[in-house]
């Protein structure tokens, strides 16, 4: 079994580079960008070792030290600090942190230290209380990762609200921003996990073959039926049916579905007996459903019928502080898949990731870094690699752009645009408020 380890630190790049170094070491590693998540991930699983920062936008390391020690005696801490806070460190080491590293960060010292760690773990030979085996299912494999920013918060907020209840979920978001995966996520995340999850492209059904797919069919109801056929309700029974893209659904359909949403039963063309099913559904759009309602086109009784939940997905040119972890993510991803070791990327790379409009989502920058990555000659993403016409668009409205000889100007144009309020600022600049608290020291600038 590999060994397991949490890496925490809000430097959401590096926080993410660190961990990618320890998997191509072979090790089990995630990542928490605060002491929330941190929290959340120990209390659902055993870490071999914790690696954090000591200064955390909500708490700091030694909390994170004070926690792990209560619930698991075997789990090594090691620190990472900056000069100042040398002092901290030890004082941590006494409380029972095995090490600490300074920043920046040598890749080589801080392997070292993880596999000296593991030895100490090993010759204490503790077996761990709520150490989970590796067959069992883990946090960290749902099939999205999560953001930082504040649209991030409230929507994750919202999905794990609303999973354990058997509630139905209408996720509302344009095309690209990942709503299949909030919907497999909320499945995971319910009591039915353990039961069958069907997706249905409600697009790529045509009206006329709409009753066999989703209720079955029998051997010589129509020609073509050569076979009894299981339609997608009953396949689905006792766990959750997926509605992708459910205001492409004819409206003659649409009275179908909710006759059996509503009795929850169905029948199968060309039978006559019914079949009794319990199905959580869950659907999404990219349409506006109570516009559609309005004009007719969209039933209202089954509008509402889905909609007892909604959750809405921002557009990723929305979710300025969370577009690095996404393109670090997906960089480790294409690197898996076409066998490459890319990085990362170049400033300017960056910069425009952070100011472009992304109008396909998520799934325009995975198709794009993907290419990147196989277009690569060296070790970091350029300019060069992208699509003409990604660099020749407008930058956003929002985003304030920078480059070290302007930057002192641009913290000042983001305070007046934000009024003076640090918080709005940082999030203009795209950077977290610990780095524009830094910045306005460095510049003296102040408030």
């Known amino acids: 079994m590999s060994t397991r380890v949490l890496v925490v630190d809000d430097d959401t790049t590096f926080c993410i580079m660190l961990k990618t170094f320890l998997q191509k070491k072979g090790f089990d590693a995630i990542n928490a960008f605060n002491m929330q998540e941190a929290e959340e991930a120990i209390q659902q699983q055993f870490f071999d070792v914790i690696i954090t920062d000591i200064r955390l936008p909500d708490s700091d390391g030694l909390q994170i030290l004070k926690l792990i020690k209560e619930k698991s005696l075997a789990t090594q801490v090691i620190l990472m600090t900056g000069y100042t806070d040398i002092k901290t460190a030890v004082n941590a080491m006494k409380q029972g942190a095995f090490d600490y590293v300074g920043k920046p960060i040598n890749p080589d010292e801080i392997l070292h230290t993880v596999n000296q760690a593991i030895k100490k773990q090993a010759i204490k030979n503790i077996n761990p209380p709520g150490h989970r085996s590796q067959e069992e299912p883990k946090a960290e494999n749902l099939p999205f990762i999560k953001g930082t920013g504040i649209d991030s918060a409230r929507l994750h907020e919202h999905i794990k609200l609303v999973a354990p209840t058997g509630m139905s979920v209408l996720i509302i978001g344009d095309s690209g921003t990942g709503k299949e995966y909030i919907a497999h996520s909320i499945h995971i995340q319910s009591k039915r996990a353990a039961k069958p999850y069907i997706p249905v492209d409600c697009g790529a059904i045509p009206k006329e073959l709409a009753s066999s797919e989703f209720f079955g069919h029998v051997k010589g109801s129509f020609t073509g039926a050569v076979t009894d056929k299981t339609g997608h309700f009953e396949a689905a029974n006792g766990g959750t049916i997926f509605l992708d893209e459910v205001g492409n659904l004819p409206y003659e359909v649409q009275v179908q579905l909710l006759r059996a949403l509503q009795e929850r039963k169905i029948k199968p063309v060309g039978s006559s007996q019914e079949i009794q099913v319990d199905i959580r559904v869950i659907a999404a759009t990219n349409e506006d459903l109570a516009e559609a309602v309005k004009k007719g086109e969209f039933r209202e009784d089954l509008y509402h019928r889905l909609n007892e939940f909604c959750v809405k997905v921002p557009r990723l040119a929305e979710r300025k502080q969370d577009i690095m972890i996404f393109a670090n993510h997906f960089l480790a991803m294409a690197n898996n898949e ?31 870094i993907k290419r990147s990555v196989l277009l690569a000659k060296s070790s970091i993403i350029s300019l060069d690699l992208l699509p003409a ?11 304030i752009s920078y480059t070290k000889d302007n930057e002192e100007q641009a913290i000042k144009s983001a305070l007046e645009k934000a009024n003076y309020n640090k918080s709005k600022a940082a999030k203009l600049l795209d950077i977290d408020r610990k780095t524009l608290y830094n910045k306005l020291k460095l510049y003296n600038i102040e408030l």
């Open 338 to 368: 076409l066998e490459k070791e890319v990085e990362g990327f170049e400033q300017d790379v960056i910069r425009l990731f952070k100011t472009y409009e992304w109008p396909g989502n998520l799934r325009e920058m995975k198709n794009i």
């Open 389 to 399: 016409e990604m660099i020749e668009a407008p930058a956003g409205n929002n985003a």
